[in-house]
């Protein structure tokens, strides 16, 4: 079992910056391939970006390219969100998940464990 908590949300001006942090306990962090995930209500969880635990691969969706980076630090246990230049559309509640593969990341259903989510709100 893993457990995945979240922190660093809040509220941001457009055009601003947030790093987000994902702590993870209970299996080796460094096994695990981890991602973002957001969700605005009435729609589908959207990925965001992940890093599978094999290669250190990052993969991002077209919509945060270049704007967010996704790290891990296994010596902490802790996977990052660092979320520049943000925008009103943005605005979301950000969930991080892991995942005992290292393929087809980009999809909810891989991930095996899920944290709380922490709101994330950029103002216009």
Not at 95 to 109: N, V
Not at 110 to 121: E, F, H, L, P, S
């Amino acid at each position: 079992q893993v457990q995945l908590v979240e922190s660093g949300g809040g509220l941001v001006q457009a055009g601003g910056s947030l790093r987000l942090s994902c702590a993870a306990s209970g299996r080796t962090f460094s096994s695990l391939s981890m991602g973002w995930f957001r969700q605005v209500p009435g729609k589908e969880r959207e990925f965001v970006g992940a890093i599978n635990w094999s290669a250190g691969i990052t993969y991002y969706t077209d919509s945060v390219k270049g704007r967010f980076t996704v790290s891990r630090d296994n010596a902490k246990n802790t996977f990052y969100l660092q979320m520049n230049s943000l925008k009103a559309e943005d605005t979301a509640v950000y969930y991080c998940a892991a995942s005992r593969g290292s393929s087809a990341l980009f999809r909810a259903s891989r991930y095996d464990y899920w944290g709380q989510g922490t709101q994330v709100t950029v103002s216009s």
